[in-house]
T-cell receptor, first 115, second 109 residues
Framework: NAGVTQTPKFRVLKTGQSMTLLCAQD?????MYWYRQDPGMGLRLIHY???????AKGEVPDGYNVSRLKKQNFLLGLESAAPSQTSVYFC??????????????FGPGTRLTVT | EDKVVQSPLSLVVHEGDTVTLNCSYE??????LLWYKQEKKAPTFLFML????IEKKSGRLSSILDKKELSSILNITATQTGDSAIYLC?????????FGTGTRLQVFP
């Protein structure tokens, strides 16, 4: 039971490059989330999904896109990276229909630097 | 606009001290309040509080929710250096969490 995993762990991009971050969970959770964390700003929600095939915007969605084609995976894409997107990105999942619990569990994070 | 405010922003104590961290929330469709501990990596779940006035306890940590005051506290007794971390609280709005910016706790020997 790996919980929530993220790939890659680290990445350096040049301005204008694109990339996709992958999040996977094996807890059969319905909901999945992407956050970014910057010093002094706390965790800010980028996009989230309450089920396979559905996505919704969070607090800071601009410059990012997401897809949830399979229940266990949630992809975060940066089409044209900007230095302002330098951050630590966390994926999280929650809500089990079996247990009815809503605790959110986090992946280990991806440190992204855009130069 | 939903918001969660934590205080103090930062706290420095010596081992053995007891600390109280505060969290106040204004969250529409509030469902529950969660506490997390974050060291140098991902936040780890501590407590989820749904009912007012019922204390949740785990070892030296305890927490309680006051829905009338829209607040929660996290108590840590007999602090240890391993308690040094950022403590985050978050309010659940229907299907997503609204996080505070955290309280940084430093425990010195």
């Amino acid at each position: 039971n790996a919980g929530v995993t993220q790939t890659p762990k680290f990445r350096v991009l040049k301005t204008g490059q694109s990339m996709t971050l992958l999040c996977a969970q094996d807890m059969n959770h319905e909901y999945m989330y992407w956050y970014r964390q910057d010093p002094g700003m706390g965790l800010r929600l980028i996009h989230y999904s309450v089920g396979e095939g559905t996505t919704a915007k969070g607090e800071v969605p601009d410059g990012y896109n997401v897809s949830r084609l399979k229940k266990q995976n949630f992809l975060l894409g940066l089409e044209s990276a900007a230095p302002s997107q330098t951050s630590v990105y966390f994926c999280a999942s929650s809500y089990s229909r079996v247990t009815g619990s809503y605790e959110q569990y986090f992946g280990p994070g991806t440190r992204l630097t855009v130069t | 606009e939903d918001k969660v405010v934590q205080s103090p922003l930062s706290l420095v104590v010596h081992e053995g001290d007891t600390v109280t961290l505060n969290c106040s929330y204004e969250v529409t469709n509030f469902r529950s309040l969660l506490w997390y501990k974050q060291e140098k990596k991902a936040p780890t779940f501590l407590f989820m509080l749904t009912s007012s006035g019922i204390e949740k306890k785990s070892g030296r940590l305890s927490s309680i929710l006051d829905k009338k005051e829209l607040s929660s506290i996290l108590n840590i007794t007999a602090t240890q250096t391993g308690d040094s971390a950022i403590y985050l609280c978050a309010g659940y709005n229907t299907d997503k969490l609204i996080f505070g910016t955290g309280t940084r706790l430093q425990v010195f020997p």
